[in-house]
């Protein structure tokens, strides 16, 4: 994963920044890949225990859930309780239906506190902190290029 996202970065390098997004989940070497990642200058959107805790923060909450499996089935159960349908990890429009249900602003905040709240308890290693996630990061960055060609230097589009 960290040698394809390097080789594909190397087209145009001057126009890309680095990312993988992953979670803990089934990943053998995880605190391993996220070290090795920024060594080698590639972010890391990782969550822990599954993506589906980054969801979650649009909803309101990040729960202290440890087993992904777990995290998955009631993170499908909150999803059908706000939007009245079934949760598919396939689903090409769950972003846009969190947004509309959720509030991105807020998730993002959420996921910052968790980050911090690991790190003020010493806890230094991805594997480490569960729940929370550094997919925000990523997001954030998003975020503030688009709304700097859309009301920025590029005008109003």
Not at 58 to 63: E, T
Not at 79 to 95: F, M, N, V
Request: aromatic fraction near 10%.
């Amino acid at each position: 994963m960290l040698d394809k996202c390097l080789e594909l970065t190397s087209y145009e390098a001057q126009y890309r920044i680095p990312w993988i997004v992953f979670d803990r989940d089934q990943v053998q070497e995880f605190d391993k890949i996220t070290a090795e990642a920024e060594n080698k200058g590639v972010r890391t959107g990782w969550s822990n225990p599954c993506f589906e805790i980054w969801m979650y923060a649009y909803l309101g909450s990040m729960p202290a859930i440890k087993d992904s499996w777990t995290c998955c089935a009631e993170f499908g159960r909150v999803y059908e309780a706000k939007t009245g349908q079934k949760y598919s990890k396939a689903d090409e429009q769950i972003y846009g239906k969190l947004c509309k249900v959720g509030d991105e602003e807020k998730a993002i905040r959420i996921a910052q506190q968790k980050l911090e709240q690991c790190i003020r308890e010493g806890k230094t290693k991805p594997s480490e902190m569960c729940p929370c996630t550094t997919v925000h990061e990523l997001v954030g960055e998003i975020k503030s290029k688009v709304d700097f060609i859309v009301g920025g230097e590029y005008g109003t589009v």
